[in-house]
């Protein structure tokens, strides 16, 4: 049983920058991709980046490509989510996620991912 941490999350000004941290519990031979979902408040959670676990594919999407960068440690066990240029619609919960191994399910689709955090905030103001 994989079981993943969150941190780094907290209020900053518009334009400011947060990195957010996701720790495995123990080392996951069987974790093939991992990512990231945001849920704002009153809205459903969405995708926000993805990183393959051996590969280092990264994919984002439209809304914070260029602004944030997905990337992990193997030997930490650790996936990062760089945010810079923090925009006040970027305020959400943050959730990291992990596969189970490969599936045909999309990158994108939260159904994938059989691991979760416990989500933390991230307040971005005006």
């Known amino acids: 049983q994989v079981q993943l941490v969150e941190s780094g999350g907290g209020s900053v000004q518009d334009g400011g920058s947060l990195r957010l941290s996701c720790a495995s519990s123990?080392?996951?031979?069987?974790?093939?991709?991992m990512a990231w979902f945001r849920q704002a408040p009153g809205k459903e959670r969405e995708f926000v980046a993805t990183i393959g676990w051996t590969s280092g594919y990264t994919y984002y999407t439209d809304s914070v490509e260029g602004r944030f960068t997905i990337s992990r440690d193997n030997v930490k066990n650790t996936m990062y989510l760089q945010m810079n240029s923090l925009k006040p619609e970027d305020t959400a919960v943050y959730f990291c996620?992990?596969?189970?191994?490969?599936?045909?399910?999309?990158?994108?689709?939260?159904?994938?991912?059989?691991?979760w955090g416990q989500g933390t905030q991230v307040t971005v103001s005006s």
């Open positions: 123990e080392r996951a031979f069987s974790i093939y991709r």
């Open positions: 996620a992990a596969d189970s191994g490969e599936s045909r399910i999309p990158n994108t689709d939260e159904r994938r991912y059989a691991y």
